[in-house]
């Protein structure tokens, strides 16, 4: 279904000759029962099923694989600078994956935090701006930083505070970000979520990570839950990074490390800051 709002700020974009290229990862958990799945034969052949459904209607998938938590699975795509149809191919997805898991008598668990001693399941934004010659604008100069790079930052770390909803389904997921848990994941050798706003290079503690090199350098958002609208995370994630570059808005210094060790204790914490 169109959306005006997400046509203007794509539009808006363009206008200005940005151009905005994104991959999406979405994970999920494959259960039977409302357990978790040890069979790894299982994942692998539901994986399989899945990949051959998607390539059938032509979803632009660069792969599905297994991911870290018990029963997890992740779907990635490829990054398309058509993100209408980028919104369409996730929404597909999840419902086949949904379809496909009730034929074999199982569940495609999509909500953030379906087991709290595992990893939760998050919709993570891999962002690039383009120029009108398809320059990746998020590139170095030298060793100079990308002010593109550092004005899309501090945008959406400004702004996420009242913009939440639009990348957190309800109140009941703020689990995923809580800060007890993630310490506990940490020490248990497990993925996090992000607790705080901060943002690092290469780094997954951070709500933002700042990851790739050359004309594969992106911006990864890692708030948004796995059961979020695609199409108005996307959009919101662009209005924000189009505010930062307007207003030259520059963000805090990069977090080395665990975002979540007392050393940055003041940041923002999300779970604070979740008034729904």
Same mark, same amino acid.
């Given at each position: 279904m169109k959306n005006e709002i997400f046509d203007k700020i794509i539009s808006d974009f363009h206008a200005d000759f940005f151009y905005p290229k994104i991959g999406i990862e979405l994970e999920f958990y494959l259960t039977k029962n409302n357990q978790q799945i040890a069979d790894p034969n299982l994942i692998e052949n539901f994986i399989a099923e899945l990949s051959v459904e998607a390539q059938k209607q032509k979803i632009d998938l660069w792969k599905i694989e297994k991911e870290q938590g018990l029963g997890q699975i992740e779907i990635k795509t !490829?990054? !398309?600078i058509n993100l209408d149809r980028l919104s369409f191919d996730i929404e597909l997805i999840k419902v086949i994956s949904e379809d496909l898991a009730r034929k074999n008598n199982l569940k495609a668990d999509f909500s953030p935090t379906p087991f709290f001693?595992?990893?939760?399941? $998050?919709l993570q934004i891999n962002l690039t701006l383009l120029d009108k010659n398809h320059q990746n604008l998020f590139v170095k100069n030298g060793e100079e930083e990308s002010q593109i790079l550092l004005n899309s930052i $501090?945008?959406?770390l400004e702004n996420i505070p009242q913009n939440l909803e639009s990348f957190i389904t309800?109140?009941?997921d703020i689990s995923r970000f809580d800060l007890a848990r993630n310490k506990k994941l940490f020490n248990n050798k497990k993925y996090t979520s992000p607790v705080n706003l901060s943002w690092g290079y290469d780094n997954r503690s951070c709500a933002i990570r700042i990851v790739g090199n050359g004309e594969n350098?992106? *911006?990864? *958002?890692?708030?948004a839950d796995a059961n979020i609208s695609v199409r108005? $995370?996307?959009?919101?994630? *662009?209005?924000?990074i189009k505010h930062g570059i307007a207003a030259n808005l520059q963000p805090s210094k990069p977090i080395y490390g665990n975002a979540f060790d007392e050393q940055y204790q003041d940041l923002i914490e999300i779970t604070k800051i979740c008034n729904f």
């Open positions: !490829n990054p !398309n001693d595992d990893c939760s399941n $998050a $501090a945008g959406i309800s109140k009941t350098r992106r *911006l990864e *958002l890692r708030i108005n $995370a996307i959009s919101k994630s *662009l209005e924000m």
